[in-house]
């Protein structure tokens, strides 16, 4: 029931169970995705620094991760009632997910609640391995389980990070597309950035999605919430679209960053 691309609402039992394998599994994603820094790509690799944003003096414009390029970056949404007893449950497990290869993820919580963790890991093969590890198992029962989740595993088409994090609150902003022309959108992407920069964005990637479709996750780390809330919305941007056969599929999702660990 864990759709690989497009989100996919598990049900209780199961949900618990991927929902762990989720929080390992992508630990095991994160492993080799984070190296891909979560877009925010602050803090070092503590799992609950929310003071580490993405360098925020460092714009996007800097080079791009060639390494991360074919990587594997999992985007999962979590819904719970209890958000701090979710984190509980979220930074009790960094040494089980470093265990499983985790090297960095950014948790980012929304307004209404749910949280959005990007776990980054060497490939895709060894993400899917994990999330039907019976290992798993023992992480579905623990306090502070979400009550639903929503998994994407993607591939690194390329990530841009700041060369080190910078001093202050991040947010990140979640947009998943539709698009016919990913290398169109790719060179549309990454010829924007210093458009970015002037928005406060001091990281982004594109990832794209490994059920066989069209679908594309773009993920911005900025340091002005505000701004970052319009970009979606602004003319340039849909142009950007438009001229890259893009299209937006989802409503985009749009929260403060509170736990980071910076890849290795």
Do not use: N
């Not at 003096?57 to 819904?79: L, N, T």
Request: with cysteine.
């Amino acid at each position: 029931m864990v759709d690989r691309s497009l989100p996919s609402a598990l049900s209780s039992g199961f949900t618990a169970r991927v929902l762990c394998v989720l929080t390992l599994a992508l630990a095991t994603a994160c492993a080799a995705a984070q190296q891909a820094p979560d877009p925010a790509a602050p803090a070092q690799a503590s799992a609950e620094s929310k003071s580490s944003p993405a360098p925020a003096e460092a714009p996007p414009s800097s080079g791009v991760d060639a390494q991360r390029k074919g990587r594997a970056s999992v985007f999962v949404v979590h819904k719970m009632s209890d958000f701090e007893a979710f984190r509980k449950y979220f930074e009790e497990g960094a040494t089980e997910r470093q265990k499983a290869g985790e090297k960095g993820h950014l948790l980012t919580q929304l307004d209404d609640g749910r949280a959005v963790v990007h776990f980054f890991a060497d490939d895709v093969a060894a993400v899917e391995k994990t999330l039907r590890s019976p290992e798993m198992d023992r992480y579905v029962e623990r306090k502070g389980a979400p009550e639903a989740t929503l998994l994407w595993i993607t591939r690194d088409v390329f990530v841009k990070l700041p060369p080190a994090p910078v001093a202050g609150d991040t947010y990140s902003l979640y947009l998943k597309l539709q698009t016919e022309d990913l290398s169109g959108l790719e060179r549309a992407l990454l010829g924007a950035g210093a458009r970015f920069a002037e928005l406060g964005v001091v990281a982004y990637g594109l990832h794209q999605t490994t059920a066989g479709d069209t679908a594309a996750i773009v993920h911005f780390v900025g340091t002005d919430r505000r701004a970052l809330e319009t970009l979606p919305g602004k003319p340039d941007f849909s142009e950007l679209l438009a001229r890259s056969r893009s299209r937006m599929r989802l409503k985009a999702l749009v929260g403060v960053d509170v736990s980071r660990s910076r890849p290795e």
